[in-house]
């Protein structure tokens, strides 16, 4: 029994900092590659309303629906491909999956890898047909999918009228607002990821200071406190008020690049806060994390990352991931 307690759940956290006007910066391409998220919370220090500019993207996200039971093989079909994969970017999520044991499962690979939008998998090609085959007769599989779309044209194609054979349902993220006062908050400085004795605190500290505040832990404790000893990282300063909005839903990668643009507007003009922090969760049941990364979500099911947005336009990145997962980028 020892032994298994010793072997702790390995989890990964990477930081690393830029600025926004670098041209080698990288904030975009690791947004773009975080697919299947469903939480963005902001935080903006020393602000009693969150930005209208933020508040309308958030309220913009676009809609996602659940469609129950249908069949994998739908997905392939031609028209499905040319109207929802060809013309923009799909992304799917499927729930309640149930796949017999028989004698050729075990023969199977673990992920199959079907590229839908190469120009030859087509109806008549030998690979088409020998997927369409193993999905609509040898092993027919039926799954729930949330589904959101984001065209790349323009043109709006509703995926609930195309499922209409189909219990579809449309839904849209919410969006709730908190205003936190006399809270504690560490000191950054924005070139200092590791922090600088006696003068800011590292970016890891930071990461735990936010998780606890934005989870409304109280991070005043006492050293005989029964529940928890955690205090605020030092050196720090008391905020008279702090912004915290959540935003809820299955948001995609074009979403929060917007939302990311909408803060770096933020301090064009004067403002108090020093630095604005986004933190984006993926889903815990993920099948990928970063890119085509498969992701483990046996034992814990971590996957996020947060940007530190400072006013003169540093960042700081950190990702996150738990056990069987692979690296971020």
Same mark, same amino acid.
């Given at each position: 029994?020892?032994?298994? #307690?010793?072997?702790?759940?390995?989890? #990964?956290?990477?930081?690393?900092?830029?600025?926004?006007?670098?041209?080698?910066?990288?904030?975009?391409?690791?947004?773009?590659?975080?697919?299947?998220?469903?939480?963005?919370?902001?935080?903006?220090?020393?602000?009693?309303?969150?930005?209208?500019?933020?508040?309308?993207?958030?309220?913009?996200?676009? *809609?996602?629906? #659940?469609?129950?039971? @249908?069949?994998?093989?739908?997905?392939?079909?031609?028209? %499905?491909?040319? !109207?929802?994969?060809?013309?923009?970017? +799909?992304?799917?999520?499927?729930?309640? $999956?149930?796949?017999?044991?028989?004698?050729?499962?075990?023969?199977?690979?673990?992920?199959?890898?079907?590229?839908?939008? =190469?120009?030859?998998?087509?109806?008549?090609? !030998?690979?088409?047909?020998?997927?369409?085959?193993?999905?609509?007769?040898?092993?027919?599989?039926?799954?729930?999918? @949330?589904?959101?779309?984001?065209? /790349?044209?323009?043109?709006? $194609?509703?995926?609930?009228?195309?499922?209409?054979?189909?219990?579809?349902?449309?839904?849209?993220?919410?969006?709730?607002?908190?205003?936190? &006062?006399?809270?504690?908050?560490?000191?950054?400085?924005?070139?200092?990821?590791?922090? !600088?004795?006696?003068?800011?605190?590292? /970016?890891?500290?930071? +990461?735990?200071?936010?998780?606890?505040?934005?989870?409304?832990?109280?991070? &005043?404790?006492?050293?005989? &406190?029964?529940?928890? $000893?955690?205090?605020?990282?030092?050196? /720090?300063?008391?905020?008279?008020?702090?912004?915290?909005?959540?935003?809820?839903?299955?948001?995609?990668?074009?979403?929060?690049?917007?939302?990311? *643009?909408?803060?770096?507007?933020?301090?064009?003009?004067?403002?108090?806060?020093?630095?604005?922090?986004?933190?984006?969760?993926?889903?815990?049941?993920?099948?990928?994390?970063?890119?085509?990364?498969?992701?483990?979500?046996? !034992?814990?099911?971590?996957?996020?990352?947060? %940007?530190?947005?400072?006013?003169?336009? =540093?960042?700081?990145?950190?990702?996150?991931?738990?056990?069987?997962?692979?690296?971020p980028p």
């Open positions: 029994m020892l032994q298994n #307690l010793e072997k702790c759940a390995r989890h #990964l956290l990477v930081s690393e900092k830029s600025n926004l006007r670098n041209i080698k910066s990288r904030h975009r391409k690791h947004v773009e590659s975080h697919h299947f998220n469903y939480q963005v919370s902001i935080l903006i220090p020393e602000c009693g309303l969150m930005p209208p500019g933020v508040t309308a993207v958030c309220r913009t996200l676009g *809609d996602y629906y #659940l469609v129950k039971q @249908l069949q994998l093989h739908e997905m392939l079909e031609p028209e %499905f491909i040319n !109207k929802f994969v060809r013309k923009g970017f +799909l992304y799917v999520l499927s729930y309640n $999956t149930r796949i017999d044991q028989d004698n050729c499962i075990a023969l199977l690979p673990t992920d199959v890898t079907v590229h839908l939008r =190469d120009a030859t998998f087509v109806p008549g090609d !030998k690979r088409y047909n020998r997927v369409m085959w193993a999905l609509k007769e040898k092993k027919p599989l039926t799954f729930d999918f @949330l589904m959101t779309w984001h065209p /790349s044209d323009g043109e709006e $194609t509703s995926l609930k009228s195309y499922f209409m054979g189909y219990e579809c349902k449309r839904y849209q993220p919410t969006l709730s607002t908190r205003i936190l &006062n006399n809270i504690d908050c560490p000191v950054l400085l924005s070139k200092e990821l590791k922090g !600088k004795d006696n003068e800011s605190c590292s /970016s890891q500290e930071f +990461l735990e200071w936010l998780g606890a505040v934005s989870s409304d832990i109280d991070c &005043n404790n006492q050293a005989d &406190n029964f529940l928890s $000893t955690y205090c605020c990282p030092w050196p /720090s300063t008391v905020l008279d008020k702090a912004c915290l909005c959540t935003v809820s839903g299955f948001i995609i990668p074009e979403g929060i690049n917007l939302i990311v *643009d909408q803060l770096r507007q933020y301090f064009e003009e004067p403002k108090l806060a020093q630095w604005v922090s986004m933190t984006v969760h993926g889903f815990a049941d993920s099948p990928v994390s970063w890119g085509e990364s498969e992701h483990g979500y046996h !034992k814990g099911g971590e996957n996020l990352y947060n %940007f530190v947005l400072f006013r003169n336009q =540093d960042y700081w990145l950190h990702m996150a991931v738990g056990t069987h997962s692979g690296c």
